[in-house]
């Protein structure tokens, strides 16, 4: 079964700094799905960003852009120019191709994003 | 696009009562999704149905648990008899298809005292 880690349980970044949040996981598979989704405090899930294993370009969504390093099973969240709206959690997730997605989503515990204005 | 829409938003509950959980997926997603969020455990699956049926339910934590998909436009999940262990958000997801991502309800916060 796949794992995904984030060891950051909480970060804090000025207004208008950069921030990176971490994860990794495991996987022996070779062609997957990764995500990022953002929880703010109303709780709703909201899509942030995503990556296609078999790609190596990072993906970029405006200011939010991922370092993916495949060998290394690292997935970096970057968030430029952090806004007041950004704060909330973080959660990496991972979704096999295998079985027909069955597996859905598995998700890392999450980051706690505060914005120190 | 209305999103996944679930309801109740909150629910308050005694233990031994029975509990429904209920969802409207994005319409022509086949794949939907229950998940359950704690602090101790984070985001878990609880089960998943392809075209209206069940693939996979081994994230179900005991026999209390059980849902449902009668149509591909409802689904419910069901607790008989609720205990307080069970107090979590509850999250209900659909996808068009393996490739996409999940697209999330706003949860239903479950309180069983």
């Known amino acids: 079964a796949q794992t995904v880690t984030q060891s950051q349980p909480e970060m804090s970044v000025q207004e208008a700094e950069t921030v990176t949040l971490s994860c990794t996981y495991d996987?022996?598979?070779?062609?997957?799905?990764l995500f990022w989704y953002k929880q703010p405090p109303s709780r709703q899930m909201i899509l942030v960003i995503r990556q296609e294993a078999y790609k190596q370009q990072n993906a970029t969504e405006n200011r939010f852009s991922v370092n993916f390093q495949k060998a290394a099973k690292s997935f970096s969240l970057k968030i430029s120019d952090s806004q007041l709206g950004d704060a909330a959690m973080y959660f990496c997730a991972y979704r096999s191709l295998l079985g027909g997605g069955a597996d859905g989503l598995t998700f890392g515990k999450g980051t706690h994003l505060i914005i120190q204005p | 696009d209305a999103g996944v829409i679930q309801s109740p938003r909150h629910e308050v509950t005694e233990m031994g009562q029975e509990v429904t959980l209920r969802c409207k997926p994005i319409s022509g997603h086949n794949s939907l999704f229950w998940y359950r969020q704690t602090m101790m455990r984070g985001l878990e699956l609880l089960i998943y149905?392809?075209?209206?049926?069940?693939?996979?339910d081994s994230g179900m934590p005991e026999d209390r648990f059980s849902a449902k998909m009668p149509n591909a436009s409802f689904s419910t999940l069901k607790i008989q008899p609720s205990e307080p262990r069970d107090s979590a958000v509850y999250f209900c997801?659909?996808?068009?298809?393996?490739?996409?991502?999940?697209?999330f309800g706003n949860g239903t916060r479950l309180t069983v005292t």
């Open positions: 149905f392809n075209n209206n049926v069940p693939i996979d």
């Open positions: 997801a659909s996808s068009p298809s393996q490739l996409s991502p999940l697209h």
């Open positions: 996987t022996s598979e070779s062609d997957y799905y």
